[in-house]
């Protein structure tokens, strides 16, 4: 991601909101308007293209003012798996690779002469994405420490426009998407260790980033999840409707729970307990307004079934619900700083937490 003069930046404000702007399935022409975005359920902002394109651009600049001062940052893209939810196969680049977009952060003091360890960090939210408001704190805490940093906005992630946000394959090809950044930067920076490799996430991110350590138990040195979605068919039975129709939409899973519970399971971490085989930290609230405790309770009484070692902490009440350590508050410091010294335990940073 490289810095936007004045002009261009005044371009982009411009020339944006006017364009039926190129999406991963191909652009529109200039002179078409673009399609009325789907209705959103609660909580949820379908995408008018140009405002969506245009807001993450903006978000985006603020990461030189948010970390610029102590990390190298930059934006890309490699390949992922093709959309599935394409009808027609034999269409025209129907097959191609999916275009997924992808941040690095590097510290800027990194003594690259030497073999270093790598953060996964993957992003919170069903159609959500990267932000500076949410995670620009903790991306600077974290290269504080001396940790190089990959963060993908898989598919399904907002800022995009409505073609990548209905490409969302949850609990599926999106964790392939995280795994697969994971690759392209240990291929693009010859000094990242790949023996020491953590991932991390909260909520919607905690659930891909169990689902990666079952698929790739032994291609990460150390894992957390932070609140993390855990039990999907639990989850259907105690959110409202309006949640439920994002899952049973055509270009989503397409079924309700009632009518596919076994796809649903197969998407739920905890029907993976059995798979684990990496270092885990979990945290949990008991007050979670999101993801209710009942899920992630439900998640450690089945690592603790398949007798598997990790380590867990259950917060009381704490101030924040399903925000409670990602806020700053003295108690969320903390348990963030509890995060950061399991992660070094096994990454070894070259500034540790004390």
């Known amino acids: 991601m490289r810095p936007l003069s004045i002009c261009t930046l005044a371009a982009a404000l411009l020339v944006l909101p006017l364009a039926a702007h190129a999406q991963a399935r191909g652009a529109a022409p200039a002179t078409t308007p673009a399609p009325a975005a789907p209705a959103a359920a609660p909580g949820f902002g379908a995408p008018n293209d140009g405002e969506d394109i245009l ?52 510290p800027k003091k990194l003594d690259r002469s030497k073999k270093q360890p790598l953060i996964v960090y993957v992003h919170q939210g069903v159609h959500q994405s990267l932000d500076t408001t ?99 068919v639990a989850r259907m039975g105690y959110e409202t409707e309006g949640y439920r129709e994002i899952y049973s939409a055509p270009y989503h899973l397409g079924e309700s729970v009632h009518d596919d519970i076994a796809e649903y399971r197969k998407r739920s971490p905890v029907t993976h307990a059995a798979e684990l085989d990496t270092p885990l930290l979990i945290h949990t609230n008991t007050n979670d307004e999101d993801v209710n405790y009942l899920e992630v309770e439900h998640l450690i009484q089945a690592l ?44 070894h940073p070259d500034n540790p937490p004390k």
């Open 55 to 106: 807001l993450k651009r903006m978000d985006d600049l603020l990461w030189y003012d948010k970390v610029g001062d102590i990390a190298d940052i930059d934006k890309s893209e490699y390949g992922g798996a093709p959309n599935p939810h394409i009808k027609n196969k034999k269409a025209p680049g129907a097959t191609n690779p999916l275009i997924i977009h992808v941040y690095t952060f590097i």
């Open 304 to 347: 603790t079934f398949e007798k598997k070692k990790f380590e867990y902490k259950i917060y009381q009440d704490a101030p924040g619900g399903h925000y409670f350590n990602r806020i700053d508050t003295p108690l969320a410091l903390q348990s963030r700083h509890d995060i950061y010294v399991f992660l070094a335990k096994y990454l």
């Open 134 to 232: 949410i995670d620009a704190h903790m991306i600077r805490e974290i290269l504080e420490q001396g940790y190089p940093i990959v963060a993908t906005d898989y598919r399904g992630s907002t800022g995009y426009g409505r073609g990548y946000y209905e490409d969302i394959d949850y609990g599926g090809l999106e964790v392939d998407d995280v795994y697969r950044g994971l690759d392209w930067m240990l291929a693009k920076y010859s000094f990242l260790d790949p023996t020491r490799v953590g991932i991390v996430g909260w909520s919607h991110g905690g659930l891909i980033t169990l689902m990666n350590i079952f698929a790739h138990p032994h291609n990460f040195a150390v894992a957390y999840a932070g609140v993390p979605v855990s039990d999907l």
